[in-house]
């Protein structure tokens, strides 16, 4: 097959819905509404995260769902806030109201400082809601035996983090990742810590399926030019990845001929 | 009538149903979400759902979030 044909042919598939484009982006800590919609349509996103909040009796909530929906945006509410499996399933069942799917991002991190899931409350979580029906996207530490755990529970795919959440450290557990992708039959989705479009082609490079990114696009100079960056990154990661990467030496292998022809002219 | 919204004490001039009560608090009927004694009532039972004295409602709206 040609690789052109290949490229196009290559689409995710994650429960009943096609992608086109790997990077999946975050809606949270953008400075205005405005600058959040115009970066998530750079990116050409499709799938965008929301939370879900008490509402505020005293005041009146920004809008923010009708350009996101008038924009085709597929929405994928998580349970951040969630301290339990408990917590994590009333979240989700009350997003599924607010956003009309049954897609979630099952998060689970009671420790406040480090954002860390919980991998117990969120296997417990994602068994619940995947048997109550849900597409269930759990986020979860890069730990290969907890995510094969969660693909048999019925998790559609897997989101292991790079780094703890808006880090913007980059991917520091490359190697669990990579044994995660080696072994995972469902998608693998690398989210949190991805600080720059570097990072998001690297996880691409190693096979990852697709990349959430949120911080990095929200809190850049420019979210719109970062967001069309980390776009630009991860096609071209997926892209190095499909056309299949050379393999590493330690030693020099020398990319011109080492023809003695210097000597021969003396 | 009395009853709890999101912790607040409330009273309702007269009977109403969950999503005359959405109107009524001037609150978005689109991405909220509405649980009575912290059980979810789907959007589709809104309408049949007429709330009682003492019911503990809590209204909860999509917001940006990653």
């Known amino acids: ?266 | 009538m009395k009853i709890q919204v999101n912790e607040q004490a409330l009273i309702l001039p007269n009977s109403m149903n969950l999503e005359q009560l959405l109107v009524h608090l001037e609150k978005p009927l689109i991405g909220s979400a509405v649980a009575v004694n912290m059980q979810v009532i789907s959007r589709s039972e809104w309408t049949q759902y007429n709330i009682n004295e003492g019911d503990n409602i809590s209204l909860f709206q999509a917001i940006a979030g990653g």
């Open chain 1, 1 to 266: 097959m040609l690789f052109e044909e290949m490229k196009q042919q290559d689409q995710l598939i994650i429960g009943d819905k096609h992608f086109h484009s790997r990077l999946f982006t975050g809606t949270g800590k953008f400075n205005d509404q405005q600058t959040m919609v115009a970066a998530l349509k750079a990116s050409k996103s499709e799938l965008v995260t929301m939370a879900l909040k008490r509402v505020d009796m005293q005041h009146k909530d920004d809008d923010i769902l009708a350009p996101l929906i008038k924009n085709g945006m597929n929405l994928l509410p998580n349970t951040s806030g969630a301290r339990n499996a408990k917590e994590a399933v009333f979240a989700a069942e009350l997003a599924r109201e607010a956003l009309q799917t049954n897609w979630v991002k099952l998060e689970i991190h009671p420790d406040p400082k480090y954002l860390l899931p919980d991998p117990i409350e969120t296997l417990k979580a994602a068994e619940a809601l995947a048997n109550k029906g849900f597409i269930v996207l759990p986020y979860v530490h890069a730990d290969p035996v907890l995510c094969k755990h969660l693909e048999t529970a019925g998790c559609a795919a897997v989101m292991p983090l790079g780094a703890p959440i808006g880090s913007n450290k980059g991917i520091k557990t490359a190697e669990f990742l990579e044994i995660i992708i080696e072994q995972a039959n469902v998608p693998v989705i690398v989210d949190a810590g991805l600080g720059s479009p570097s990072h998001a082609a690297l996880a691409m490079e190693m096979g990852a399926d697709a990349v959430l990114v949120n911080t990095a696009i929200a809190v850049a100079g420019n979210p719109i030019a970062m967001s069309q960056a980390f776009a630009n990154a991860v096609q071209a990661g997926r892209q190095a990845y499909l056309a299949g990467l050379g393999g590493q030496s330690t030693e020099a292998v020398a990319s011109s001929p080492l023809t003695a022809f210097l000597e021969a002219s003396l």
